[in-house]
């Protein structure tokens, strides 16, 4: 499968100038994309993946727009391509917080691959874009057939237990300046932008605290010039600016990646 062309996502000079965040330490990063798949999909021969484009619809998830609830019948898979998916706990209180982000590296509703039938997890659009829906029936089926999906999918499994432990470690241990930072980082890589929309309020329900505290975050990150802030977008011009501030759980989490999914 030929290598997609980069493309040069650069912040427009004139928001960045505004927002006092110029900075001449880390160029504009350049972020491959792949115009009709993920990763997962990506590794498929290519039989099996215009089998899988067959019987997948593509649609646009929409901003806030939740895909299934914890409890709803799992009837489908999401395999986000420009799209990013929270996986969300709730608790009894009424507070949430996010499990674990699925971006073009991923697939949401995975408890199916695993004979569960019911989703443990609410799961919402953090990121509108587009990704692909696949029924149950038609994935556990294309699961049956494919040994390339059934080993790409059973590695994936592997790999979301990892980060959804570091998550926890991570939620339990390390500064909240921290952990927006890595959260930032993650992020840009399930969307593979360095700009995306996101309030500072609904990050502050994905980490579980006040908001108050991620508005003292975000602005002590604003003021080192390692992201812009306006109207609900965030852009990251410092992007190893950023990864120094962040906690040691977004290498490890990268990392995993890296092992079993590339």
Not at 110 to 126: D, I, N, S
Not at 187 to 202: C, G
């Amino acid at each position: 499968m030929p290598k997609p062309t980069p493309t040069r996502i650069t912040p427009d000079a004139a928001f960045r100038a505004e927002n006092g965040c110029e900075s001449a330490s880390s160029p504009a990063r350049e972020i491959s994309t792949e115009a009709d798949q993920n990763l997962l999909l990506a590794q498929l021969p290519a039989t099996e993946l215009a089998a899988f484009v067959e019987q997948a619809d593509k649609i646009t998830c929409s901003l806030r727009e939740v895909l299934f609830e914890n409890g709803d019948a799992s009837t489908a898979v999401y395999f986000p391509v420009t799209a990013m998916i929270s996986l969300v706990t709730e608790l009894s209180g009424g507070t949430s917080i996010e499990a674990m982000t699925v971006g073009f590296e991923g697939v949401a509703g995975l408890e199916l691959f695993h004979g569960v039938m019911t989703a443990h997890t609410k799961g919402v659009c953090q990121i509108a874009g587009e990704l692909y829906r696949l029924p149950a029936s038609n994935f556990l089926a294309l699961v049956e057939s494919s040994t390339a999906l059934d080993h790409t999918l059973h590695r994936y499994s592997q790999f979301t237990q990892d980060a959804i432990a570091q998550s926890s470690a991570c939620n339990s241990i390390h500064l909240l300046e921290q952990r927006c930072a890595r959260w930032l980082l993650l992020t840009s890589d399930a969307v593979r932008n360095e700009q995306f929309s996101l309030t500072q309020e609904f990050l502050a329900q994905m980490l579980a605290v006040r908001r108050s505290g991620v508005t003292m975050a975000i602005g002590r990150l604003v003021r080192q010039k390692l992201i812009c802030t306006r109207y609900g977008t965030i852009t990251i011009i410092d992007r190893e600016g950023l990864k120094k501030i962040s906690c040691e759980c977004y290498e490890v989490v990268r990392a995993r990646q890296r092992d079993f999914l590339n």
